[in-house]
């Protein structure tokens, strides 16, 4: 299911505030068959997985992290 994210916004969880500029939350994605967490950038709409001394960029086939 996907979830229009401005609604939900006030459940995601932080995980970075950078000087009030930028907010850094949650996401996680398949990297080699595994599921790595790392951080999604709202303004690029993009999850950013570091792995193996490369950074993968997910469009899509991502999840974020809420609080309920």
Do not use: H
Request: net charge positive.
């Amino acid at each position: 299911m996907v979830l229009p994210l401005l609604e939900y916004q006030q459940m995601l969880l932080v995980a970075l505030k950078n000087n009030g500029k930028n907010t850094l939350y949650f996401c996680r994605a398949k990297v080699d068959g595994e599921y790595t967490p790392e951080k999604y950038y709202p303004p690029n709409k993009t999850c950013y997985i570091p792995w193996g001394g490369q950074e993968y960029i997910y469009k899509s086939n991502f999840q974020i992290l809420f609080a309920n």
